[in-house]
Protein backbone atom coordinates (compact mmCIF):
# COMPACT_ATOMS: atom_id res chain seq x y z
CA UNK A 1 0.00 0.00 0.00
CA UNK A 2 1.37 3.19 -0.95
CA UNK A 3 -0.12 6.82 0.27
CA UNK A 4 0.31 10.02 -2.02
CA UNK A 5 -0.02 13.68 -1.21
CA UNK A 6 0.28 16.37 -3.33
CA UNK A 7 1.07 20.21 -2.84
CA UNK A 8 2.80 23.27 -4.06
CA UNK A 9 -0.05 24.28 -6.56
CA UNK A 10 -0.99 27.90 -6.78
CA UNK A 11 -1.80 30.68 -8.80
CA UNK A 12 1.28 32.02 -11.09
CA UNK A 13 1.43 33.96 -13.79
CA UNK A 14 2.93 33.26 -16.86
CA UNK A 15 6.65 32.82 -17.46
CA UNK A 16 6.90 31.89 -14.00
CA UNK A 17 8.00 29.02 -12.03
CA UNK A 18 6.30 26.33 -9.00
CA UNK A 19 7.50 23.75 -7.51
CA UNK A 20 5.31 20.66 -6.61
CA UNK A 21 6.11 18.01 -4.14
CA UNK A 22 4.11 14.41 -3.75
CA UNK A 23 4.95 12.70 -0.26
CA UNK A 24 4.90 9.47 -0.18
CA UNK A 25 4.74 6.42 2.51
CA UNK A 26 4.32 2.77 2.40
CA UNK A 27 7.01 0.23 2.86
CA UNK A 28 7.38 -0.43 -1.00
CA UNK A 29 7.42 2.82 -2.62
CA UNK A 30 11.46 2.93 -2.65
CA UNK A 31 10.55 0.11 -5.59
CA UNK A 32 7.63 2.19 -7.62
CA UNK A 33 8.02 4.30 -10.35
CA UNK A 34 6.38 8.02 -9.96
CA UNK A 35 4.77 10.02 -12.36
CA UNK A 36 2.82 13.41 -12.90
CA UNK A 37 -0.28 13.54 -14.73
CA UNK A 38 -2.71 16.76 -15.43
CA UNK A 39 -6.37 16.73 -15.84
CA UNK A 40 -8.13 19.82 -16.95
CA UNK A 41 -11.87 19.82 -16.58
CA UNK A 42 -13.62 18.08 -20.22
CA UNK A 43 -10.33 16.53 -20.90
CA UNK A 44 -8.53 13.53 -20.56
CA UNK A 45 -6.29 12.73 -18.01
CA UNK A 46 -2.54 13.91 -19.98
CA UNK A 47 0.87 12.31 -18.67
CA UNK A 48 3.42 15.41 -17.72
CA UNK A 49 6.15 13.37 -16.66
CA UNK A 50 7.56 10.20 -14.82
CA UNK A 51 10.88 9.05 -12.89
CA UNK A 52 11.71 5.32 -12.42
CA UNK A 53 12.01 3.73 -9.04
CA UNK A 54 15.63 4.52 -8.73
CA UNK A 55 15.47 8.46 -10.05
CA UNK A 56 16.96 7.52 -13.61
CA UNK A 57 14.88 7.61 -17.00
CA UNK A 58 12.84 10.89 -16.77
CA UNK A 59 10.22 11.13 -19.76
CA UNK A 60 8.48 14.04 -20.23
CA UNK A 61 5.32 15.07 -22.33
CA UNK A 62 6.77 17.05 -25.65
CA UNK A 63 4.32 19.88 -24.49
CA UNK A 64 6.73 20.57 -20.96
CA UNK A 65 9.75 19.25 -22.69
CA UNK A 66 12.93 21.75 -21.25
CA UNK A 67 10.32 23.21 -19.19
CA UNK A 68 9.37 21.39 -15.93
CA UNK A 69 11.74 18.56 -14.55
CA UNK A 70 11.06 15.23 -11.98
CA UNK A 71 12.82 14.60 -9.52
CA UNK A 72 12.98 12.05 -6.20
CA UNK A 73 14.68 11.64 -3.25
CA UNK A 74 14.33 8.31 -1.52
CA UNK A 75 15.40 9.67 1.48
CA UNK A 76 12.72 11.81 2.15
CA UNK A 77 10.05 10.03 0.49
CA UNK A 78 9.16 12.86 -2.00
CA UNK A 79 9.09 13.16 -5.44
CA UNK A 80 9.08 16.74 -7.36
CA UNK A 81 8.08 18.33 -10.52
CA UNK A 82 10.03 21.58 -11.06
CA UNK A 83 7.90 23.44 -13.57
CA UNK A 84 9.48 26.79 -15.30
CA UNK A 85 8.33 28.80 -18.13
CA UNK A 86 4.28 28.66 -16.96
CA UNK A 87 2.17 29.30 -19.30
CA UNK A 88 -1.63 29.40 -19.19
CA UNK A 89 -2.02 26.01 -20.93
CA UNK A 90 -0.31 24.67 -18.22
CA UNK A 91 -3.54 25.43 -16.11
CA UNK A 92 -4.91 22.29 -14.91
CA UNK A 93 -4.96 19.57 -11.47
CA UNK A 94 -1.65 18.02 -10.78
CA UNK A 95 -1.18 14.45 -9.74
CA UNK A 96 1.07 11.95 -8.99
CA UNK A 97 0.69 8.18 -9.08
CA UNK A 98 2.79 5.56 -8.89
CA UNK A 99 3.42 1.86 -10.09
CA UNK A 100 6.14 -0.73 -9.78
CA UNK A 101 9.43 -0.02 -10.96
CA UNK A 102 9.22 1.22 -14.51
CA UNK A 103 6.64 4.56 -15.31
CA UNK A 104 4.28 4.46 -18.01
CA UNK A 105 2.14 7.09 -20.11
CA UNK A 106 -0.93 5.51 -19.41
CA UNK A 107 -2.99 6.40 -16.72
CA UNK A 108 -5.13 3.34 -16.37
CA UNK A 109 -2.14 1.10 -15.57
CA UNK A 110 -1.41 3.33 -12.17
CA UNK A 111 -2.69 1.73 -9.28
CA UNK A 112 -2.12 4.77 -6.63
CA UNK A 113 -2.92 8.37 -6.92
CA UNK A 114 -3.05 11.41 -4.67
CA UNK A 115 -5.96 14.21 -4.32
CA UNK A 116 -4.30 16.47 -7.01
CA UNK A 117 -3.05 20.02 -6.36
CA UNK A 118 -4.51 22.99 -8.55
CA UNK A 119 -2.48 24.91 -10.67
CA UNK A 120 -3.72 28.29 -12.40
CA UNK A 121 -1.82 30.17 -14.82
CA UNK A 122 -2.77 33.39 -15.87
CA UNK A 123 -2.01 35.22 -18.87
Do not use: H
Not at 25 to 30: D, E, K, N, P, Q
Not at 76 to 82: D, E, G, R
Amino acid sequence: QVQLVESGGGLVQAGGSLILSCAASGRAWRSYAMVWFRLDPGEEREFVAAINWSGGNPSYADSVKGRFTISRDNAKNTVYLQMNSLKPEDTAIYYCAARPFEGSRNYRTYEYWGQGTQVTVSS
